[in-house]
């Protein structure tokens, strides 16, 4: 196979580009998982292609209702839904079962009736003489009237025993694997049910999935799915071999294999514990082992136009955190108003004012880095009397302090302009009449009005919260001292 050097809005084969994601519902979608979705989504778009979902659920015992649906509302959060409902491997059984049979119909499959004892025996043996374990069944060439009567038996293909296997990966390269070192994979179960490797191979062919684009950990799988392909191409009119594309996988900062204490969470802890956004996080994903030049900030739609899966790097790539919090703060920025006060709407208590908060977002955000931040910075707009202060900013509130805040109060119940200019313009008078830097009344100010010493600007926060809540603050520190 090689390259497809195609452009956008090209096909192969005369069919069009059709790629997919395969997630198995056994925990959350990882970040992993959700890169390697994007790399198909954006595949699939940049060659106006169909990308599509499956959900690979034939492990019962571990596949879950509630991981299935983390991994649509973490696709969905990311804007990586599947062009068409998606495929639920396990209702397809019975058709994984019908390629079995005629794999064996046509000899390229054998029932297999060793038993698990007499594997674990020569597998011990394989290991004791130091020698690789490949499985040598004698059922491989046996005939029907030599199969035992009511004995249970897998289905294995039979691979080939010469010549070499060469995969000519779109990220990898050539990669060239000699076929005495493939197995006669097991196709059905003794219980009659399709293995992974089986179901799999199925599901691409009947997706018409033209690209397998997955983690570089399935590189020895695609050899032995190759095996299956192949043998299909004599029974059911020919199967194409697909193209493959694997992913080098994500390591830590420290070249580890990425874990949870690198950042390695669900998608969904991204969101709600993180406070990320879903544009900041696709970016990332995105430069995660794949780049533009020196380009760090790409729009969804720039990214459509550059992405071409030759420029995916062979070469793990490194989670970094700080970076990621760092692009997230870009979007913050960036992000309109009325959506980033929803988000923190959602993370504060009580009632909350979303016209009062909309307005607050241009000075809110531009400290932010998450919407966790951002929702901590905002929770003073609606905080009650008496005013909860931090223990650096009561450090403030010295009796000195509070006498100046008593005339702050003053001067401030005179003013009838209630707006940046004014106020800002008639406390650096009063500053001026004191003999004191600005700084002397502006930082017991802003502890008497937030409870913290670090906020928005001192006379944004006035406007934001009004003259009759900004007096009621000041007041409720500078009476304290008056008591």
Known sequence: MA????GAGKTVSGGTVVTRFAPSPTGYLHIGGARTALFNWLFARHHGGKYLLRIEDTDRARSTEPAIEAIFDGLSWLGLGGDEPAVFQFARSARHAEVAAKLLESGDAYRCYLTQAELTARREAAQAEKRPFRIQSEWRDATPDQYPADTPYVVRIKAPRDGETVINDLVQ??????????DDFILLRSDG?????LAVVVDDHDMGVTHVIRGDDHINNAFRQLVLIRAMHGVEGGWPDPFYAHIPLIHGADGAKL??????LGVDAYRDEMGLLPEAVVNYLLRLGWGHGDEEIISREQAIEWFDIGNVGKGAARFDLA???????????????????????????GDVDLDLLTR?????KVRAKDVNELAASAAFLFAQLPLAIEEKAAALLTDAARALLAQVHDRFGAETDW??????????????????????????????LTGQTTSPG?????????RDESLARIVAQAHILQA
């Not at 979007?331 to 929803?342: C, I, K, Q, T």
């Open 3 to 6: 390259s497809t050097g195609l």
């Open 173 to 182: 390269g050539s990669i060239t694997v000699s076929n005495v070192e493939l």
């Open 193 to 197: 049910t399709p293995t992974y490797m």
């Open 259 to 264: 874990s949870k204490r690198h950042g390695a």
């Open 323 to 349: 970076k990621l919090l760092n692009l997230n703060g870009h979007y913050l920025r960036e992000a309109d108003d009325v959506r980033l006060a929803g988000l923190v709407a959602a993370r504060l208590a």
């Open 360 to 364: 607050a977002m241009p000075v809110l």
């Open 419 to 448: 707006t940046i200019e004014a106020l800002e313009a008639s406390l650096k008078a009063m500053a001026g009449e004191l003999g004191l830097g600005l700084g002397k009344l502006a930082q017991p100010l802003r502890a008497a």
């Open 458 to 466: 001192i006379f944004d926060v006035l406007v934001l919260l009004g």
